[in-house]
């Protein structure tokens, strides 16, 4: 059984096109998230969610747009891609708000965003 | 200065070998530690986790904090060709919903 699973895995595309990236986890997690893993490997969160909240929206470019339609499903937009938007995008969720520890995340496998 | 730094590698070592994998931070509000696994092609997976300094162990693997010094490390005994993989510290206060990673350490277990 997956627990995050994102699709697609490959996404070749132009420079200034627009395409979305789906996610959706199994694990009854409360939070969602999308990290970008550039080619050196460093991974750097971008936007989470908690229960269909906007919590965290890093600096980044508003031509990315995260949308939860619930707590198990995270998408993003990217409009008028670059570039530099080609990285690995992982999607993760996690379990808040527990009355001890925190829960480390489960990522998905990521999709491979190349942009020429 | 980046909030975690870790050495990028790559790291070779023959099979059998200890491997220490390190990290330092900044933010002393850091009270989680985690190491993560990913494998090509593969997301990253939990490896180890930590709350404040002290030492855990795993198996083959231990993990140590030492929060006076801002310094984590990891430590794989008898390494294994299947212990090649990126290797990703990762921190996080108690209060956000941010984990902070540094940059992976790539290692590489000749056989």
């Known amino acids: 059984d997956t627990a995050v699973s994102q699709t697609p895995k490959y996404l070749v595309t132009q420079m200034g096109n627009d395409k979305s990236i789906k996610c959706e986890q199994n694990l009854g997690h409360d939070t969602m998230y999308w990290y970008k893993q550039d080619s050196k490997k460093f991974l750097k969160i971008m936007f989470s969610?908690?229960?269909?909240?906007?919590?965290i929206n890093e600096t980044v470019p508003n031509r990315f747009s995260p949308k939860s339609p619930d707590k198990a499903h995270l998408n993003l937009h990217i409009n008028s891609l670059e570039l530099g938007d080609s990285a690995v995008y992982f999607c993760?969720?996690?379990?808040?708000?527990?009355?001890?520890?925190?829960?480390?995340?489960?990522f998905g496998n990521g999709t491979r965003l190349t942009v020429t | 200065q980046k909030e975690v730094e870790q050495d990028p590698g790559p790291l070779s070592v023959p099979e059998g070998a200890i491997v220490s994998l390190n990290c330092t931070y900044s933010n002393s509000a850091f009270q989680y530690f985690m190491w993560y696994r990913q494998y090509s092609r593969k997301g990253p997976e939990l490896l180890m986790y930590t709350y404040s300094s002290g030492n855990k162990e795993d198996g083959r693997f231990t993990a140590q904090v030492d929060k006076s010094s801002k310094y984590i490390s990891l430590f794989i005994r008898d390494s294994q060709p299947s212990d090649s993989a990126t290797y990703l510290c990762a921190m996080r206060d108690t209060g956000g919903f941010k984990t902070i990673f540094g940059a992976g350490t790539r290692l590489f277990v000749k056989a």
């Open positions: 969610y908690n229960n269909k909240e906007l919590i």
């Open positions: 993760a969720s996690s379990q808040e708000g527990l009355t001890a520890g925190i829960s480390p995340l489960h």
